[in-house]
């Protein structure tokens, strides 16, 4: 036997076992809090710039979504496809009043147990079998990339989710392609991140939407001015 074999397996120093124990404390709290009431509030998943991942501000999140509802209807079917800001405030909302399943690559959202649905827009349709193809009112998507390719390739899936309706947020300088690709235009409201982004950024569809109209109407639970 050398001497490696009877020395038997490495040993961490109790500095680096204590940095290790602190690690698995704080990934086990963090899971703890992704199990409780403020799992949907945006940030409770952290952003990660690789992913090019950059998480819409609470006003606009709740703008979006409560567009979201008002075009699919009660009871309606809403899917989030890389737009998880939005699917956290429909959730934070709108519990039981419509479905809603998230379209995400980052599979920490997995978190979100049914709703979650993995997805990859380089396949944008290997989509699981649960998923029936235009079972959804509307589709709220977010392309990660500011590329032709990238928005090519996620309308393919856009298209095979939707009955119709499309609610598309992404870079201004996209809109010919977006219109192009998916019969969308831009609407007045201007969406913000928490994150001030190089890009200006817009949002676009393809109905009669409440982002068209004057920007000064009030959402729930919004008080007027005194």
């Known amino acids: 036997m050398s001497d490696s074999e009877d020395e038997g397996p490495p040993q961490l120093s109790s500095y680096a076992l204590a940095a290790l124990q602190e690690f698995y404390a704080e990934q086990q709290q963090?899971?703890?809090?992704?199990?409780?009431?403020?799992?949907?509030?945006?940030?409770?998943?952290?952003?990660?710039?690789?992913?090019?991942?950059?998480?819409?501000?609470?006003?606009?999140?709740?703008?979006?979504?409560?567009?979201?509802?008002?075009?699919?209807?009660?009871?309606?079917?809403?899917?989030?496809?890389?737009?998880?800001s939005v699917y956290q405030k429909l959730r934070e909302r709108h519990r039981d009043d419509v479905s809603v399943c998230i379209f995400e690559y980052d599979r920490r959202f997995a978190v979100y147990g049914e709703d979650f649905v993995y997805y990859d827009y380089k396949s944008p349709v290997d989509l699981p079998?649960?998923?029936?193809?235009?079972?959804?009112?509307?589709?709220?998507?977010?392309?990660?990339?500011?590329?032709?390719?990238?928005?090519?390739?996620?309308?393919?899936?856009?298209?095979?989710?939707t009955r119709g309706k499309i609610l598309l947020c992404t870079g201004a300088v996209m809109a010919e392609a977006a219109a192009k690709l998916l019969g969308v235009k831009m609407c007045k409201f201007i969406?913000?991140?928490?994150?001030?982004?190089?890009?200006?950024?817009?949002?676009?569809?393809?109905?009669?939407?409440?982002?068209d109209r004057d920007l000064s109407v009030q959402l729930p639970g919004q008080e007027g001015p005194k």
Not at 198 to 207: H, L
């Open 30 to 84: 963090h899971h703890s809090d992704l199990r409780g009431d403020d799992k949907y509030n945006i940030g409770i998943i952290e952003e990660n710039w690789q992913l090019s991942q950059f998480w819409y501000s609470p006003e606009t999140a709740l703008r979006l979504a409560e567009d979201a509802v008002a075009a699919a209807g009660e009871g309606g079917r809403i899917a989030c496809v890389s737009a998880p």
């Open 191 to 211: 969406p913000e991140h928490t994150r001030t982004l190089g890009n200006e950024f817009r949002c676009f569809v393809n109905y009669d939407s409440g982002l």
């Open 129 to 161: 079998e649960r998923i029936a193809t235009h079972s959804f009112d509307i589709v709220v998507a977010d392309p990660p990339y500011l590329s032709e390719e990238c928005l090519r390739k996620m309308s393919e899936t856009i298209k095979l989710l």
